[in-house]
């Protein structure tokens, strides 16, 4: 046997959570299988506060993770962020984690394959691994399976080039589904929408919270650019 000094730390598996279903029901799938996660890491924008692209609140957020029962680790990035400073904060916080042995990041990508490359490449630059336990499911499916399985969730977020005003702020359940136009798809997975999980198997209570205004906000990637990438529907959700 090598010696105490010798011995290299434990695995560690970090969960991507974005404070919506497919992170949520990624939990619950590892959960089942006996698999541990042991951190939830979410980017925040710095401006504001708020989950990336869902636009939750941060205090939203410590309370989702704590009825979750996980440790959280934030990571602030500016807005709008260009792609060379996403990676080096993303990198940089990832290299507190370098004296693990087997080192683990999981998503809830479903089906685009660019992106799943993406990641999986910048994560080994750091001695990291990748999962994607919902890889080509079925959307339809799996937004139904979803919501049999017990998860609650608020739609937060809505591309205005892809739905109306009048599906942010709903219930992320079968009426919804039935209502979306042809071509959206039944998770978001193109972008269309996101969502705050505020009950379901994984919570040990659920998060209460109340609907504020729906607001719209224009989404720039970087400052350098003069044209807005797309236009998003928000709703502000605020502790109850």
Request: hydrophobic share 40%; proline share 4%.
């Amino acid at each position: 046997m090598g010696s105490a000094a010798e011995v290299k730390p434990e695995k560690i598996r970090i969960l991507n959570w974005s404070t919506g279903k497919d992170a949520a029901y990624c939990l619950w799938l590892l959960q089942k299988q006996n698999i541990r996660v042991d951190v939830l890491l979410t980017t925040l924008s710095s401006s504001v506060d708020r989950v990336s692209m869902h636009g939750v609140r941060n205090s939203l957020l410590k309370r989702q993770a704590a009825a979750v029962g996980l440790p959280l680790h934030t990571i602030s990035i500016p807005d709008p962020c260009d792609i060379e400073t996403y990676n080096s904060l993303m990198m940089s916080a990832l290299k507190q984690y370098e004296k693990f042995d087997v080192k683990t990041s999981v998503f809830g990508d479903i089906f685009l394959d660019d992106l799943r490359l993406y990641r999986e490449q910048q994560l080994a630059k750091e001695g990291f691994g990748a999962e994607f336990p919902l890889w080509k499911a079925d959307t339809g499916q799996l937004a139904s399976d979803m919501i049999r399985a017990g998860f609650k969730a608020l739609v937060v977020c809505v591309s205005e080039a892809k739905l109306n005003k009048s599906f942010c702020g709903r219930d992320f359940n079968q009426s919804f589904l039935g209502d979306l136009p042809a071509g959206v798809d039944p998770c978001g997975e193109n972008g269309e929408f996101h969502t705050f999980v505020y009950d379901g198997p994984v919570f040990s209570k659920a998060v209460r919270i109340r609907k504020g205004k729906t607001v719209l906000h224009s989404y720039k990637r970087s400052e350098t650019e003069n044209e807005f990438d797309a236009d998003f529907f928000y709703c502000d959700l605020l502790p109850y």
